[in-house]
């Protein structure tokens, strides 16, 4: 796999759409993002089993953000469901992701 190389100027157009999106619905996304703040704050709090755990379902949460993104792009509206929404489909694929991080987490910090 080759990495594709783009100038400089493609990341500042990724920023500007980036923004883009956060303006069509401001509010919703920062109460979308506190909701990912406090549940991964929340589960990082139970002793032994939190940190893995955020680990595995992260990738469900990132999904749903970006289903949000989708769906802005579309026109369509953003709601909180979006957030939710990788947990609707392929949610064991996910977990799984999440699951091969962990293991890669284990392995960086065991050195």
């Given at each position: 796999m080759n990495p594709q190389q783009l100038p400089p100027a493609q990341g500042?157009?990724?920023?500007?759409?980036?923004?883009?999106?956060?303006?069509?619905?401001?509010?919703?996304?920062?109460?979308?993002?506190?909701?990912?703040?406090?549940a991964v704050a929340g589960l990082s709090a139970v002793p032994v089993i939190g940190e893995p755990?955020?680990?595995?379902?992260?990738p469900t949460l990132l999904v749903g953000l970006m289903c949000g993104c989708r769906a802005l792009e579309q026109g369509e509206e953003l709601e909180l469901a979006h957030l939710f929404s990788g947990f609707q489909h392929q949610t064991s694929q996910l977990v799984s992701l999440?699951?091969?991080?962990?293991?890669?987490?284990?392995?960086?910090?065991?050195?």
């Open positions: 500042w157009k990724w920023i500007k759409q980036g923004y883009t999106l956060f303006m069509k619905a401001p509010l919703l996304w920062i109460v979308l993002l506190l909701i990912c703040i406090m755990l955020v680990s595995l379902l992260l999440g699951g091969i991080a962990l293991v890669g987490q284990y392995l960086i910090l065991a050195r």
